[in-house]
């Protein structure tokens, strides 16, 4: 809607608007105060100026494309309408995907944005129903399935004849797989497995896409072969009719209903009522069912574990990003909005001129790099360490597995309050849908319950933890990650402070290791007491958890550190990334000041030093926030918000998005007529 | 749906489902555990058994009525469908309450439970658009008008004949009222008042009801007269013509759009085009306009201080309700919920038995208790201040005020922070609307930004406490709620630490008086070195919060403390009550560790017996857990959970409310045909 126009309805009859011009101003004048080029930054976070030019062109590609627009936003349909709007959408997006691919024009690159928090969720805001089937199903086919079925299955996967998902969690089960109680029974007779669900809590429950959208499902149950349970495999098993859509013979389907957010991914609930597939329909790369029932094992139950961690790489990603725009839009909308008064009779200042709005703020930027960086690095270990897998090696797994369960849980955990502390630092504006704040927060919070549960995943973090002290104190050396255990072994934990970043990582993995050893010593002191060593790690397994955190946290800003000092950029970008890292280390000394006190070597003055130094940082990064977070080069479509467009115009779009409202269209509702006025006219 | 009937369609061919009794067994088993009587306890929350019985016989004649019930659950509604049922209901609803007060069965107390987020809630789930009528409006023109301006207006409001809300806030300002830009000029020539939007950012924006349900407001303006501006003062617009609803001339209205929650209160926004008024319509009990514009100023600005301390008040009550809701909601759940293995072999435990998820559930079911008891006693301290005020002694109002202002903050933000843990620690199905906890959130985070936003409410209690400390140092005596600062200007703060609940109580009052006392001495220091008073306030303020936040800490602490010693009950709850204070206190401690680390007197050792006294009232509370969440005595239709109700079928109820969706009406959506048919047979 043109904003003449826009004015003229809402009741203004000049387009003459003191705020309009006020507000890009403000956020013109922040950008002119950068002491560095923005640009740097967005190259040297896409990898390249190339790599910047390419993810460009593809947002505008879909970005401009009408038929991936909304007409009315989402958020004011029914469920229902939600949901035919997603696969209506879907269905289009994938379909421009393939014939780009088809015509040499995309690649993994192109599907990976796609399904990202950032292009991806510009076109599908609140999830999307095909998302398993290329992130789970066909996956999974190529990992887990013989050359056979893949050239089976996948060919008309890839081309979308079929449309898939992953059925693994149930109503009674999630992180706890060996739990699963749906049911496969191999019958030697007609060479078929019977998939079954015995109980209420064995439906699967959640699976995206499950609903109402795939057709065939990849199925996590219990096999059972000459009359033993073998453990939990996976079946390719048809849900509904290729043509009809209508569930297949005993297959019991729907979704489950509303959430606080993804309400466009159509998860699902599925039973089964003694239903038969063909043996091959067994995925058995690894292990196998023979056509008498014999059972052969796979040479490792490790190898499974590619897909889970792979997931939980991703999840850093993504959340790194939605923080990017949650911060985004924060920054440019405290540059824009102003309050209250400083001094008496000065013009209403900037509220990011307000100390507590800023440190509201800017350690979230902060945060958006440390993830983004430990993401790409975590990516690279995992690239390492699979490779090493397919020789055989499989010495760094566990270690892997840890780095992956704690930086998935830690960074899902602080990007969800993160993004809440974004969302309350934009007042009550933030709660409006159109903020696209809640969404973010939505789809963030999700993550710290799906793909492992964020405390269980500590806890097997911690697991590792403790086994490698238990080697430290052994005398046997340690693999990179936890090698600063080595020295508190001899030493106890207490350094001098030393009061720069060097000092502040050498502080966390002192605080960490001070961790483990208390909460080893604990464990060893309860067993010694005569309590079993479950029952001791359960009683001290709150400890256990805050290890795996202190531990994460030392990653992550030892990464953070070595990351920075790996980078070619001119001394002004040097300089502004430097006072981010700082700001980073420090803020997280003073959240957890209770860890580094004493016997940690840190003292009370330190710690007000530190706040001190936290303060001085603060105001150095003021003038640069609008340009950092312009660098991240989240395009308007992309934030979908009417609080952090580029421009500024905040109020402008407010008015913008309300006018969208199906109620403001008609300047009575008829509920006036149907219920109000007889009750405002029957003098109670 | 009855449960056969729901299995048939599940898929099931018999009714025998070894959940379901499993799951009631469980929780069965708990209450039989108990050591105390719960009654006893709901008994001493609801003041005395009379009370107890009057609330669950209005529960029960609000809650078994049909009229008020849903066909399909407001959350599969489009936007424009939940806003009419909202009206539906909220006139049947509002009816009901007059003709029961007609018929001398209602009174106070009843309308107080219609908009509370209890029974309130119940009903109108996510927000009621009567809401300001009964909360701000009436009260209003009560509070402000004068004698004739009452009888004019308040018949006709309290019998409904007409509709209004209360329209302070504006686009551009929020909690900062002085900033307020709708414009209110005198006329003595037509003895009228012209309101006036002079810009965008001053229409009006966010008042409930205001959208399209309210036919008059009251308006908060700038008033201008004889040449000057006189401050803000209200004034009653008739926004809509009473027979056709439709906007009166000049008046441009209209709703906001969809938000993360409440969406149901129809939030609106409001401008003025010369909008003429008579002068009658100023409300001018305080401040006066006389005929020729001579203006009379009001005898204090702080007469108008009441209505705003009562809904701070009112919010703390209103977030201890909806925490106790999530708190019996997680309890039960976890006592339900049986996942993973403590030990090989064994039956999976219930959740509730792992020390990590006690460690998530108990600290806030003493949340509970601490924020009623505050709640409690605030608002006999603000009964016992207006008092006082009435026969005009003012002396206490700004303790008062510092005091609505910290526990407003503070337990908006430990509430919403409670229920997302409460949430988490249902996992996955935490995430599920049909749980009720993220409504519960959504009503309680937007406390954290509305009547006050939270950063700003800590700072104004700083300022009172800034001045406390001058105070103190000067000798004059202060406070009761400040005292504690008198003896740490003699001592340094740092006591000796006493290991008992006592003990923590002093200690919670030293570290809020060691932090004041340093920002204090940060201020002044910066101000020696050159800087202005309010930059020395601006650079200090991430303290100064933080000085609130541990005053409002030791102030919860406290009240907890002492309110516990006037109960008289029984050695078993009273052990139960003790138990719960102490965790509280216990768990405080812990979480700012840092801040009672030295200087403040407590050292390492202390902190670790800490963190064992905290596990040993875990498992302390273990066995009551259940049973104390009972004694809140929240029955299932204010829970509005399928994980939360009484008895325990989760599963069940997960299922029939999944049945409950529009999509699972169908087995195959028509968007299969439309779009999705088309895209599986192109042949990408």
Not at 191 to 205: D, G
């Amino acid at each position: 809607m043109a904003w003449d126009n826009l004015m003229y309805k809402m009741g203004f009859k000049t387009t003459k608007n003191v705020v309009y011009n006020k507000c890009s101003e403000d956020i013109e004048n922040e950008r002119k105060k950068s002491t560095f080029d923005p640009l740097e930054l967005t190259h040297l976070l896409d990898g390249g100026p190339e790599k910047t030019l390419e993810r460009r062109e593809r947002e505008k590609l879909f970005l401009s494309d009408p038929e991936l627009m909304d007409d009315v936003p989402a958020e004011y349909l029914s469920h229902k309408e939600k949901y035919e709007l997603s696969i209506k959408k879907a269905c289009k997006l994938f379909k421009k995907v393939s014939q780009l691919r088809d015509q040499g024009g995309g690649d993994m690159e192109m599907f990976k944005q796609m399904l990202s928090g950032m292009l991806g969720s510009a076109i599908l805001k609140d999830g999307n129903p095909f998302a398993l089937h290329y992130v789970m199903f066909v996956p999974t086919i190529m990992g887990q399935g013989t050359l056979e079925q893949q050239a089976l299955w996948m060919g008309r996967a890839w081309n979308c004849e079929i449309i898939g998902t992953y059925a693994q969690t149930e109503l009674g089960h999630g992180t706890f797989i060996r739990g699963l109680e749906t049911t496969a029974h191999y019958d030697p007779k007609t060479k078929e497995f019977i998939i079954n669900s015995p109980t209420l809590t064995s439906y699967k429950w959640w699976p995206g896409g499950l609903g109402h959208t795939a057709n065939y499902a990849i199925v996590v149950a219990q096999l059972y072969t000459t009359g033993a349970c073998r453990g939990i495999h996976p079946f390719i098993v048809q849900l509904r009719d290729e043509d009809t859509h209508k569930p297949m013979k005993g297959i019991k389907i729907g979704e489950i209903g509303t959430k606080l957010g993804m309400n466009a991914t159509n998860n699902g609930y599925l039973g089964f009522d003694k239903v038969r597939i063909p043996r091959e329909n067994m995925l058995m790369k690894n292990a196998q069912v023979l056509e008498d029932g014999t059972y052969v094992k796979s040479p490792s139950d490790k190898l499974t574990y590619g897909t889970m961690m792979f997931v939980r790489v991703v999840i850093v990603q993504d959340v790194a990003s939605y923080l990017s725009k949650a911060v985004t839009i924060a920054v440019r909308y405290s540059a824009v909005r102003r309050q209250s008064e400083l001094k008496p009779g000065e013009p209403e200042p900037q509220i990011m001129d307000y100390r507590t709005q800023q440190y509201k703020l800017f350690p979230n930027i902060a945060s958006c790099l440390a993830m983004r960086f430990a993401a790409m690095w975590l990516w690279n270990l995992y690239n390492n360490i699979t490779s090493e897998l397919e020789e055989g090696d499989m010495e760094r797994l566990p270690e892997l597995h840890a780095l992956a369960c704690c930086l998935k849980s830690v960074c899902s955990a602080d990007g969800a309050k993160a993004i809440e502390t974004c969302r309350l630092a934009c007042g009550g504006h933030g709660y409006m849908t159109c903020s696209n704040l809640p969404a973010t927060y939505g789809l963030v919070t999700a993550a710290c319950t799906y793909e492992g549960e964020n405390t269980v995943l500590l806890l097997q973090t911690a697991r590792f933890l403790m086994k490698a002290w238990h080697q430290a104190t052994s005398g046997i050396k340690l693999t990179p990650t936890v090698a600063y255990l080595q020295s508190a072994v001899t030493s106890d934990t207490s350094r001098h402070w030393e009061h720069s970043l060097q000092g502040i990582v050498r502080a966390h993995q002192d605080v960490a290791a001070g961790k483990i050893k208390l909460a080893a010593t604990n464990m060893e002191r309860r067993i010694r007491g005569g309590i079993s060593p479950e029952d001791a790690w359960n009683n001290t397994s709150i400890e256990l958890t805050q290890c795996a955190e202190a531990h994460c946290r030392a990653i992550l800003v030892n990464n953070f550190v070595q990351t920075l000092e790996t980078f070619k950029v001119s001394d002004s970008l040097h300089l502004v990334l430097t006072q981010l890292c700082e700001l980073y280390a420090v803020h997280w000394v003073l959240q957890k000041s209770g860890d580094f006190l004493r016997p940690h070597g840190t003292s009370r003055d330190d710690i007000n030093n530190l706040q001190t130094w936290l303060e001085t940082l603060l105001a150095q990064i003021r003038p640069n926030a609008v340009s950092i977070v312009d660098s991240f080069d989240i395009c308007d479509e992309v934030l979908s918000s009417a609080l952090g467009a580029r421009d500024g115009r905040v109020y402008e779009r407010l008015f913008e998005e309300a006018a969208k409202s199906p109620l403001n269209k008609e300047p009575v509702n008829k509920s006036f007529h149907k219920y109000l006025k007889p009750f405002l006219k029957s003098n109670l």
